[in-house]
């Protein structure tokens, strides 16, 4: 910030030129005073364009003119500046302190010419390693042992890379450390101020976690760091002996510090949110700060100097108009950066009218930077704090609108409760139905299911059976034909009772008849009606064996029987058309509902039998049935036909319910689904391999104990 006045001072200050002044000027007579004004009327000065003028040659040198102001300034240039003058020392002390009230110069020699003897006081400044025998605080002030009512001529040759001001004056030694512990002390309080106001900043900034609060901790050191290497401190107490450092780092301090300040103020008053394209705007100074510093670190000292003071001097004032703009708009904290900001800016005008003379130049003036940077940091740290303010006021009212916002969402969420009661129970009342419809509908469905299997079993039965009774039925007659005559033969021999001629007739009634024929052809016919009644009573006890229709529980069956009897039931829907072949292993009796088994028996068999017709017509259709043990706890029953097969497609959906390959009419599609879910009853499984063309196979394993296969899966 200390930069920004500078800039006013190059940009609007008119380079004080040297000009003639009466040859007395050069002199000043010392009564004793504890300080003495400024001695820039005293002086008389010579420009060195090279910098390369010796001691011997400024005193021979001829080119001397008087300053006509207080303090001599230069300004900007690359020459280096001879100050001489007589000093007479009408006072009772020895020696004299020589004071210089600005830091920053690269190049500082003090000689003292009494006498016809050229004595060297010291070779100080910016770009000199710090000598502390010759200069023993911050601020430079230099032992003059002029001598008791004696005087000398006294050479000062000063150069810089920066603004150049030569305030000189004389105090006495008391004075001097008198005031240079005031002005340290000063100085200690500026730098507690600004250290606490830093850690305060950042101690919120951590409870907050509000990025506004970290910038501003920057900020404030960066701030204090700025003035502390404007008035010398940095360079004497912070990096001494750093020549380099001391020397350039008021440029970059003052380049980071405009930086961060507008990075500060984008955070504190929002300028990307209320202004974004005036924001960006600022980007450009960032650019022409940047290249000050570029400037200024390759050796172009001047060049960057210039640059970075106008564009810290046009950011400054560009700030206080987005300031401004925001302000105008109501928000707070624009306000309290806009009265920051001025009060900062009146501090630098305080700075350039004493520069300018218009004001007197003291420790006030010469200091009101650093005053104005305070100020400037407790205003913002008042506005930092009226923004937790701000903050806490509208959480609060965020909070009661939450509240009254929860109050409201939960009267909505108990009338959308009630609401949505209602809507369960007549849903579920809904899904009820639909499911007691469902529930309806499969065992309407299994029912169909069932009652086409009986269909077909009921034909096949009526067929198997018809065929033995029409055999018993139609032999009726002829065994009843014969054994009435029998009888009568019989009634013949009884009527004769030992009548010869009755005899006769009988034995002559016998041979007509032919009893022996007769006998053989009874016999026949009794031997044909017991073949009948036995088949008949086969395909009852296999039709009893496949139906189970009184076993609902599981129970030990024979899984080999199932098949056989399954086979039998179904013989019409083979026989004279498909080849049943058994292989049957010896199986132990399996755990299971031996109906339901059967079913699934049925099932695949009439399926098999189907498709193997369905292939080879009347003749070369065959059915394998296979049964194997499958390790020691289950059993494998596998169903092969040589029929149509099927492809990848068909068998992806044969468990479908209503799906079916066989025409309208002939299958309802629930019998492979049927099957499916019997078999996973008993915690089994079905495979099917299929080739189309070739034939299809159904292995079905299921575990011998339901009970060992339960406690496995658990």
């Known amino acids: 910030m200390q930069r920004i006045a500078q800039l006013l001072v190059l940009w609007f200050a008119p380079l004080v030129l040297l ?3 009466p040859a007395d000027s050069g002199s000043f007579v010392y009564h004793g005073e504890a300080a003495t004004p400024t001695l820039g009327r005293h002086l008389l000065m010579l420009e060195d364009p090279t ?5 011997d040659e400024a005193v021979r040198a001829t080119g001397f003119r008087a300053s006509p102001v207080d303090i001599p300034s230069p300004g900007l240039s690359a020459s280096a500046f001879w100050a001489r003058f007589e000093l007479v020392n009408d006072s009772p002390l020895p020696s004299l302190v020589l004071r210089i009230a600005h830091a920053e110069i690269d190049e500082v020699d003090l000689y003292m010419v009494q006498d016809g003897r ?25 032992v003059l042992p002029v001598g008791e009512r004696a005087h000398c001529t006294v050479f000062l040759r000063v150069r810089s890379n920066k603004q150049l001001r030569i305030p000189l004056l004389l105090e006495t030694p008391t004075a001097f450390v008198q005031g240079q512990s005031t002005r340290n002390m000063l100085i200690g309080a500026y730098i507690g101020i600004m250290l606490v106001m830093a850690v305060y900043n950042l101690f919120v900034f951590f409870s907050m ?19 502390l290497a404007f008035t010398g401190v940095a360079s004497f107490h912070i990096w001494p002996g750093n020549t380099w450092l001391s020397s350039h780092s008021t440029l970059l301090l003052t380049a980071l510090t405009a930086i961060t300040a507008n990075e500060f103020m984008a955070a504190f008053i929002h300028t990307r949110d209320f202004l974004p394209r005036l ?44 300031a401004y703009r925001i302000s105008r708009r ?38 009101s930077m650093s005053f104005g940077s305070v100020v400037e940091v407790v205003l913002l740290s008042f506005g930092l704090a009226d923004k937790i303010n701000v903050l806490r006021k509208e959480k609060e009212r965020s909070q009661a609108q939450a ?10 969420i108990r009338d959308q409760n009630v609401m949505l009661e209602q809507k369960v129970v007549e849903r579920t009342h809904a899904l009820q139905e639909s499911n007691d419809h469902l529930k309806r509908t499969q065992s309407q469905l299994v029912s169909a299911e069932k009652m086409a299997s009986l269909g077909q079993l009921t034909a096949g039965i009526a067929h198997e059976i018809n065929n033995p009774l029409n055999f018993i039925s139609s032999n009726i007659p002829p065994l009843k034909r014969d054994l009435l005559e029998l009888k009568e033969v019989l009634d013949a021999y009884r009527q004769a009772s030992g009548d010869a001629t009755g005899l006769q007739s009988a034995m002559e009634l016998e041979r007509r008849i032919g009893v022996d024929d007769t006998v053989r052809e009874v016999e026949d016919i009794l031997g044909c009606m017991e073949e009948g009644a036995a088949r008949t009573s086969e395909i009852v006890r296999g039709l009893r064996t496949f139906s189970r229709l009184d076993e609902d529980d599981l129970k030990p069956a024979d899984i080999n029987e199932g098949l056989r009897s399954t086979v039998v039931v179904l013989g019409p829907q083979f026989r004279d058309l498909v080849t049943v072949t058994f292989d049957l292993a010896d199986l132990p009796r399996v755990e299971c509902y031996p109906g339901k088994l059967n079913q699934v028996f049925m099932n695949m068999l009439n399926n098999a039998s189907h498709a193997a017709k369905a292939r080879h017509g009347k003749q070369g259709g065959k059915v394998d049935i296979l049964t194997r043990l499958e390790g020691d706890d289950a059993v494998r029953i596998t169903i092969r036909d040589n029929g149509t097969g099927m492809d990848k497609a068909t068998r992806t959906r044969i468990f479908e319910p209503f799906f079916t390959t066989k025409d309208v009419g002939e299958g309802t599609g629930l019998g492979l689904s049927i099957a499916q879910s019997i078999i996973e009853k008993h915690s089994g499984r079905i495979d099917v391999h299929s080739t189309p063309g070739e034939g299809t196979s ?17």
């Open 19 to 21: 000009a003639d002044a």
């Open 51 to 55: 910098g390369t003028m010796t001691l």
């Open 118 to 142: 050229a004595v060297p006081i010291a070779h100080a400044g910016l770009l000199r390693p710090l000598d502390r025998q010759a200069q023993t605080t911050p601020e430079l002030g230099f």
């Open 209 to 227: 976690r509000n990025r506004s609060y970290l910038i501003y901790f920057f900020y404030i050191l960066l701030v204090c760091a700025t003035q």
């Open 279 to 322: 924001a960006r705007v600022a980007y450009l100074f960032y650019v022409l700060l940047g290249l000050g510093v570029l400037l200024d670190v390759l050796g172009l000292s001047l060049q960057g100097y210039r640059m970075i003071q106008g564009a810290a001097g046009g950011f400054a004032f560009f700030q206080l108009f987005v």
């Open 330 to 367: 109501g928000f707070r904290p624009a306000r309290y950066f806009l009265v920051a900001w001025c009060f900062f800016l009146t501090a630098v005008m305080v700075f350039v009218l004493k520069d300018w003379d218009l004001l007197p130049y003291n420790e006030l003036t010469r200091y």
């Open 403 to 412: 509240l009254v916002m929860s109050q409201e969402n939960e009267r909505i």
């Open 698 to 714: 159904f292995t079905i394993t299921i575990p011998i104990t339901q009970a060992a296969q339960a406690a496995k899966r658990a």
